[in-house]
């Protein structure tokens, strides 16, 4: 089977006539050459079980920029081979809409094994990727599933998953892609206040304005920016400090951590000051979040990222 990719400009009404109006979008797609073999006969195989895996993301991971990749493997976790020349019926699904991988219909695509797909074995397949931010845009949402679904061999699979294979659980994955709005409030004090003496307690909570779940282990970037100078939350070194997300954040809700204090007056003196301003900053999401200049390019606000309090003892 060969994979070719290309740049395509795609009138995209006839397939998103539930929600779109037509408009063009710039999609990288890819199409599916090659031959039907018209001697596969998939009702030869009684039973069979496939699964379906994205090579470069886990089931139900969050993305927030960049491209969404839809390489995807099919491992045959079954006993019986599934011979060479089947064809395989799968499709993309974005939030409930089925389509072509090419995109250019609601019909499954077609994959034909070049070879014999053994119990354990496993075949990549490429559909190409599309470019996040300018689907969502083109969707008008800001956020979405990405999905692959296999539905087996032979096209009598197609709706019918359940039908020969033994697990269809494992038929479908997917990631999803959105945008988000984060704000940044100290724990302990209101955005601007002076403290006159003693530390500085850097404590912050985060809320998450966005309609996405971010799960557990989720990164997020966190500076501290110390009288104009930005820093690692243990002032160690200049770059962002990556903050675990502990347990799954979900839409509305706010996380909290503690990074410490610091005396205010101590650590003036280090830098040359007598006063001067300590901010929390967050960046955003993966290394991606943080941008030049001081930019929040991941964030639809960012005029909330960062929030400050003066230390002045004067």
């Not at 969050?62 to 045959?76: H, K, M, P």
């Not at 061999?153 to 479908?172: H, M, Q």
Request: proline share 4%; hydrophobic share 35%; charged share 15%.
């Amino acid at each position: 089977m060969q994979i070719n990719f290309y740049l395509s400009i795609l009138n995209l009404k006839s397939f998103f006539s539930r929600s779109l109006s037509g408009l063009i979008v710039i999609v990288v797609v890819s199409m599916f050459t090659g031959c039907d073999n018209d001697d596969d006969d998939p009702k030869a195989l009684t039973s069979y079980e496939l699964s379906v895996e994205l090579k470069q993301y886990e089931s139900g991971q969050v993305l927030t920029s960049g491209n969404i990749q839809f390489e995807f493997d099919i491992t045959n976790n079954g006993t019986s081979t599934i011979p060479s020349g089947s064809v395989l019926f799968a499709s993309a699904r974005i939030n409930d809409v089925l389509f072509s991988f090419d995109l250019l219909s609601s019909d499954p695509t077609e994959i034909t094994l070049p070879a014999d797909l053994k119990p354990g074995e496993t075949y990549s397949v490429n559909p190409g990727y599309l470019e996040g931010k300018t689907t969502l845009a083109y969707l008008g949402v800001t956020s979405a599933d990405f999905c692959i679904v296999l539905w087996g061999v032979g096209e009598e699979s197609v709706d019918n998953i359940d039908e020969k294979d033994t697990d269809p659980s494992n038929n479908e994955v997917c990631v999803t892609f959105g945008t988000y709005d984060f704000t940044t409030t100290y724990v302990n004090y209101t955005a601007g206040q002076v403290i006159k003496e003693g530390n500085v307690e850097m404590a912050f909570n985060l809320v998450n304005n966005s309609d996405l779940t971010f799960p557990a282990g989720t990164e997020l970037m966190v500076s501290a920016r110390i009288a104009g100078q930005l820093y690692s939350l243990d002032l160690t070194n200049a770059n962002p400090t990556a903050v675990e997300l502990t347990s799954a954040w979900a839409p509305g809700t706010t996380f909290s951590f503690n990074p410490g204090f610091l005396d205010g007056a101590t650590t003036l003196f280090f830098l040359g000051q007598t006063s001067g301003d300590f901010c929390i900053v967050v960046w955003g999401v993966g290394d991606t979040s943080v941008g030049e200049g001081g930019t929040f390019p991941d964030d639809t606000d960012g005029s909330d990222n960062e929030v400050c309090v003066t230390f002045d003892p004067s």
